[in-house]
């Protein structure tokens, strides 16, 4: 998961703060890993991903296995006695293309350092055109309980514009064979906003994810980052940016739909159909849980320290070979940062967040926010908590920004 603040560089240490391991295995522990091999490179993504052309001969999946296996190693040790896991999630990049024995080695590389906790959630992301019947049961078999599929539309030119390759029907089909692996958990990936989408075009991928019978449905709006081909076609005005009032309006779509039909939002972009079907794991990063982040780029966080590892799969293993931490920084958050973050994260949750969180003046704010409609006038006065309405998603971040100034 990427730092929520800006990340300042501190020197690198070998272990943690007592401060930060006490109390670790009372809160929720993940472990993360993540891949960092593409097929192709989408023209919208900024993640820390790699083509085959863009890595030399001697980094590979295999050299990336082995320093994964190494730092995983090296987690347990600093940890201590680690706390098994309670939840796995393998993203990427694209997991998939390591194929259903490679995500067996990444797992028991995981049961190897940390072990799993009884019922322990286990995710993989997966892009349909690297899936298969027989890879959806390998996975089950080798313990996976949880797959994530990147669908991201079912209109073939939105597809076509976000550099996707897979075609429009085969993340429905993919869906269908992890069902019938045993998989009884599957979210569909959906993009919204991408230029040149039209409103029926979001209608027959909400109608597509829909028809697949999935339990969860992430909806993301598309963001140009800096530095993507896409950011350089909107650059050139070779296509318009996101328009803020059509996402608004996409966002009502997409939960007009999904709601009626038993998914509910969770977090703001999530929707799942039962408790059970929630992610488990990223539940665990916006309640202030632990994890380890392992792989190239992937950022940890224990106790109020975060660190993110070097990001180049060549300088990782060669890192790890050596006996050194593949970290590149770290930083210490203050109450101050934590309490934001808090309130950052909890409150884009259902439940919302307690006006315990938040100064005299938070709370203030939050009954103005409440009298604007923005948060749910009765759960402040019957709970004590800020719960966003329908409109106070659509401005979660302003609302933020008002509670914590």
């Given at each position: 998961?990427?730092?929520?603040?800006?990340?300042?560089?501190?020197?690198?240490?070998?272990?943690?703060?007592?401060?930060?391991?006490?109390?670790?295995?009372?809160?929720?522990?993940?472990?993360?890993?993540?891949?960092?091999?593409?097929?192709?490179?989408?023209?919208?993504?900024?993640?820390?991903?790699?083509?085959?052309?863009?890595l030399?001969?001697?980094?590979?999946?295999?050299?990336?296995?082995?320093?994964?296996?190494?730092?995983?190693?090296?987690?347990?040790?600093?940890?201590?006695?680690?706390?098994?896991?309670?939840?796995?999630?393998?993203?990427?990049?694209t997991?998939?293309?390591?194929?259903?024995?490679g995500?067996?080695?990444?797992?028991?590389a995981?049961?190897?350092?940390?072990?799993?906790?009884?019922?322990?959630?286990?995710?993989?992301?997966?892009?349909?055109?690297?899936?298969?019947?027989?890879?959806?049961?390998?996975?089950?078999?080798?313990?996976?309980?949880?797959?994530?599929?990147?669908?991201?539309?079912a209109?073939?030119h939105v597809?076509?514009?976000?550099d996707?390759?897979?075609t429009?029907?085969?993340?429905?089909?993919?869906?269908?064979?992890?069902r019938?692996?045993g998989?009884?958990?599957?979210?569909?990936?959906?993009?919204?906003?991408?230029?040149?989408?039209?409103?029926?075009?979001?209608?027959?991928?909400?109608?597509?994810?829909l028809?697949?019978?999935v339990?969860?449905?992430?909806?993301?709006a598309?963001?140009?980052?800096?530095?993507?081909?896409?950011?350089?076609r909107v650059?050139?005005?070779?296509?318009?940016?996101?328009?803020?009032?059509?996402?608004?309006?996409?966002?009502?779509?997409?939960?007009?739909?999904?709601?009626?039909?038993?998914?509910?939002?969770?977090?703001?972009?999530?929707?799942?159909?039962?408790?059970?079907?929630?992610?488990?794991?990223?539940?665990?990063?916006?309640?202030?849980?632990?994890?380890?982040?392992?792989?190239?780029?992937?950022?940890?966080?224990?106790?109020?320290?975060?660190?993110?590892?070097?990001?180049?799969p060549?300088?990782?293993?060669?890192?790890?070979?050596?006996?050194?931490?593949p970290?590149?920084?770290?930083?210490?958050?203050?109450?101050?940062?934590?309490?934001?973050?808090?309130?950052?994260?909890?409150?884009?949750?259902?439940?919302?967040?307690?006006?315990?969180?938040?100064?005299?003046?938070?709370?203030?704010?939050a009954?103005?926010?409440?009298?604007?409609?923005l948060?749910?006038?009765?759960?402040?006065?019957?709970?004590?908590?800020?719960?966003?309405?329908?409109?106070?998603?659509?401005?979660?971040?302003?609302?933020?920004?008002r509670?914590?100034?």
């Amino acid at each position: 998961m990427p730092a929520l603040l800006p990340e300042t560089t501190a020197p690198v240490a070998a272990g943690l703060p007592e401060s930060a391991l006490k109390g670790l295995g009372t809160r929720p522990f993940g472990v993360y890993v993540h891949v960092p091999f593409c097929a192709t490179r989408c023209g919208y993504c900024d993640f820390n991903t790699y083509t085959a052309g863009e890595l030399d001969s001697a980094t590979s999946p295999q050299s990336w296995l082995d320093g994964l296996k190494l730092e995983l190693e090296h987690a347990a040790r600093v940890l201590g006695a680690p706390p098994a896991a309670d939840t796995v999630f393998v993203g990427g990049g694209t997991p998939s293309l390591l194929g259903a024995d490679g995500l067996r080695s990444v797992l028991d590389a995981v049961r190897d350092s940390f072990g799993l906790a009884p019922g322990a959630e286990v995710t993989t992301e997966s892009n349909p055109e690297s899936t298969s019947p027989e890879f959806f049961a390998g996975i089950r078999d080798a313990g996976f309980t949880r797959v994530s599929l990147g669908m991201q539309s079912a209109a073939q030119h939105v597809l076509k514009i976000l550099d996707r390759v897979h075609t429009p029907g085969r993340p429905v089909a993919a869906a269908a064979e992890a069902r019938a692996a045993g998989f009884e958990h599957v979210n569909l990936d959906v993009i919204y906003g991408t230029p040149g989408e039209r409103v029926e075009d979001l209608r027959a991928s909400l109608d597509a994810v829909l028809a697949a019978g999935v339990d969860h449905v992430s909806a993301y709006a598309l963001i140009v980052e800096e530095g993507t081909a896409l950011a350089r076609r909107v650059r050139r005005g070779e296509l318009p940016a996101p328009d803020d009032d059509v996402l608004a309006a996409d966002y009502e779509l997409i939960d007009s739909v999904l709601a009626p039909a038993g998914l509910r939002w969770y977090e703001v972009s999530n929707w799942a159909s039962s408790e059970e079907a929630r992610c488990r794991h990223n539940i665990g990063y916006w309640r202030g849980g632990d994890w380890w982040g392992a792989g190239p780029g992937a950022h940890s966080h224990v106790g109020g320290v975060r660190w993110w590892n070097v990001k180049h799969p060549a300088r990782y293993a060669s890192l790890l070979a050596a006996g050194d931490s593949p970290e590149a920084g770290r930083e210490v958050l203050t109450e101050a940062d934590q309490q934001l973050e808090r309130v950052m994260l909890e409150l884009r949750l259902s439940e919302g967040l307690s006006l315990d969180a938040l100064d005299e003046d938070g709370v203030r704010e939050a009954r103005v926010a409440a009298a604007e409609g923005l948060l749910d006038s009765s759960t402040l006065d019957t709970s004590g908590r800020a719960v966003l309405t329908d409109r106070g998603r659509l401005l979660a971040d302003g609302v933020v920004r008002r509670l914590v100034p």
